[in-house]
């Protein structure tokens, strides 16, 4: 049944996508296929955002049978054209390959950031006004972060009527989807073959970085090692390293006691095999939004084609990362500018009016939530690289040797080739941005660069293999263009540890695309999920052991219930560390070791409505599940729902006043 119902909201996705991609073709002629659905996906999210913050929608489930049926109306017999149909299999395969891995891997659970994208997803699920009630915080509302991405996601699932937990998996196999699709745009332009275009959209939602083809020699017999070292080779697992070839390649040849600078670069591919729907693939989908816009207006299907549409789209791309991912927007507005400045020192037409109005009109949309946002955001002010600090040659060259090759492949052509020389020097000075400017946030020491490279870095490697690999692989010369196929095959090769992964590592919960298999597969967790999602809409109290990284409110989150805390140390830090999350986190701690006597009053006064005691509380002994019972029995019911013995899981259900 759970296989049924996957397979019919596959193909009502595809439909709809295929639908509104259609429409936007229609209304913007100058578009191909690819950048009209990403149009159509923000010209849909972007009005409902802004208008949300005034009015609340609530449920949407009541639309998709009325806009599947528009959809089919509109396609008609195009359905079964297979030359129709060969422009969607762009968006179809990379969103066919995502979807697989999280068909297979879908546990929404305590690793990476799985909880925390749960968590902004289901802030934004009820539909209610915007900025909605903070879901680990109560009393409060979600405006501390960029959450955009996260709202689309729980439009999707508003409007297919599912959980959370299903729309984040959806959605995370819907952007990979558009990312993938814009990919094939980009390459389009230049490339008229379906090998080159392949090999560019595989290196970018499938590859490596340029550590990618030692993986297997490097750590051999660990595909989990290889899947992480592929992003974390730089400071972390450089350091891990017990083969010959590894040590002689990076020797820890560094002053005693200095700890080498954590610089990770995140693949696409990476934030797939980790299952996380976190904001650098938003930014992803807009870096190559921006990019196919810019391939198109470069390179027009036919002489005289109307422009200036898409410069209005790319004048929005200016604004958007605010509500995207804030952190990118320094890049974006630089990629913008440097190509503005290509065009204007070619003589070509720019129309700055139409990038102004662009630009003023996703204003116009985002301030409503910049509103909200901006006066909560942390300051974060730039500095320069300190010496200990910049990236090791080894492991800066082993990461981007394949970007480098590009880079000297398109300078090597001069002046000749004025777009691939621009492109080139812009990867450079953008690259040397990265290198000697650092945005100086909360972390400290090891960590002083790794939100800036994390973020930069990530932007702007794929963006330089797919934009430099492009322009190389169209080059007249075909030896120039086997040259520019070797870096990318590179990078593509980190499908081997993927593949060594998926074959190697079990999937007990394949299929179970709600995400809460991990919890089902224990009987008293199953037990307790089970009862949260038939009772009524309350504010769930759960253990917080970890600070972060743990599975405190994943009942609440998983049954579509707030919760009393979630991760403090995150909360703590988007709200600038104030005195009383820590002063709660501890409460908790203490109630859940039956050393509050006053515990039933201080329950009431937060409004919690059931009391969540699981396997995980079972450190703290039945005795201290007794005391609490004896604490709360004026006030709470307890409900076994589980037992074996001596052991006993249930749920606490504030009783009437």
């Known amino acids: 049944m759970n296989a049924i119902h996957l397979a019919l909201a596959l193909a009502i996705l595809l439909v709809n996508f295929a639908g509104l991609a259609w429409l936007v073709e229609r209304c913007l002629p100058s578009a191909d296929r690819q950048i009209a659905r990403a149009v159509g996906v923000l010209a849909v999210c972007l009005p409902l955002f802004f208008i949300e913050h005034f009015a609340g929608l609530g449920s949407l489930k009541a639309l998709w049978p009325l806009t599947t049926l528009a959809a089919l109306a509109v396609l008609g017999r195009r359905l079964w054209d297979p030359e129709y149909l060969k422009d969607e299999w762009p968006f179809v395969l990379p969103l066919l390959f995502a979807f697989g891995w999280r068909w297979g891997y879908p546990n929404i659970d305590a690793n990476s ?14 539909g209610d006004t915007l900025p909605p009630p903070d879901r680990w915080l109560p009393g409060y509302r979600f405006d501390v972060y960029y959450g955009f991405l996260h709202y689309a996601v729980a439009l999707l699932g508003r409007w297919l009527g599912v959980g959370a937990g299903l729309a984040m998996n959806l959605g995370e196999a819907v952007v ?3 990312l993938g ?3 094939w745009s980009v390459a389009s332009r230049w490339l008229h073959k379906t090998a080159p275009r392949l090999l ?3 290196a970018l939602v499938a590859g490596g970085t340029g550590i990618a083809p030692l993986l297997a020699l490097l750590y051999p017999g660990d595909p989990t090692a290889q899947m992480w070292a592929n992003t974390r080779l730089a400071g972390l697992y450089d350091q891990q390293l017990t083969t010959p070839l590894g040590q002689a390649l990076f020797p820890k040849a560094v002053p005693p006691g200095f700890e080498p600078p954590d ?5 696409p591919s990476y934030l797939l095999y980790l299952g996380d729907v976190h904001p650098p693939i938003g930014g992803f989908v807009l870096l190559f939004f921006t990019l196919a816009l810019l391939a198109r207006i470069e390179r027009p299907q036919q002489e005289g084609e109307d422009a200036r549409p898409l410069l209005a789209w790319l004048g929005a791309t200016l604004l958007l990362p605010l509500a995207v991912n804030t952190w990118i927007l320094p890049m974006q507005v630089l990629l913008v500018a440097g190509w503005a400045a290509y065009r204007w020192r070619g003589r070509q037409p720019l129309h700055p009016r139409w990038l102004a109005a662009g630009a003023v009109l996703a204003g116009m949309l985002l301030y409503p939530f910049l509103s909200r946002f901006a006066p909560n955001a942390l300051g974060t002010p730039l500095l320069l690289t300190a010496p200990l600090d910049h990236t090791p040659w080894r492991q800066g060259l082993a990461i981007w040797w394949p970007v480098l090759w590009l880079v000297l492949l398109a300078l090597l052509q001069g002046h000749r080739q004025r777009l691939a020389w621009w492109s080139a020097c812009g990867v450079v000075a953008l690259w040397l941005l990265s290198e000697f400017v650092t945005v100086d946030d909360p972390n400290g020491g090891r960590f002083q660069r790794f939100n800036t490279v994390l973020k930069w870095w990530s932007w702007l490697y794929p963006a330089a293999l797919v934009w430099l690999g492009t322009l190389q692989l169209a080059a007249p010369q075909r030896w120039r263009r086997w040259l520019a196929a070797v870096p990318l095959l590179a990078v593509s090769l980190y499908l081997v540890p993927q593949a060594n992964y998926w074959k190697h590592t079990p999937r007990p919960h394949a299929g179970r695309l709600q995400g809460d298999g991990w919890l089902r597969s224990d009987s008293a967790h199953r037990a307790i999920l089970n009862w949260l999602r038939a009772a009524p809409q ?18 609440a989150l998983h049954a579509g219930h707030p919760s009393v805390a979630g991760w403090p140390e995150h909360v703590a830090q988007w709200r600038g560390n104030p005195a009383f999350i ?6 908790i701690r203490e109630l859940y070791q039956g050393q509050r006597p006053d515990a039933a009053a201080w329950l009431k006064g937060l409004g919690v409505e059931y009391i969540v005691w699981s396997r995980f509380d079972s450190g703290a002994g039945p005795q201290a599940l007794a005391q609490l019972k004896q604490q709360l029995a004026n006030d709470y019911a307890w409900i076994p ?7 006993e899981f249930g749920v606490f259900k504030r009783l009437p006043s």
């Open 113 to 126: 950031e799985h909880l925390t994208d749960l968590y902004f997803i289901s802030n934004y699920l009820a």
């Open 176 to 178: 990979f989807g558009l």
């Open 181 to 183: 699709s814009l990919g």
């Open 200 to 202: 560019l959209v595989t």
């Open 263 to 267: 610089l990770p670069l995140e693949t």
């Open 538 to 555: 309350g504010l769930v109290l759960e253990s917080v052991e970890r600070g972060a990284y743990g599975p405190s409110s994943a009942f």
């Open 582 to 587: 820590a002063e709660r986190t501890q409460l």
């Open 641 to 647: 729902l589980w037992s074996n013995g001596a052991e």
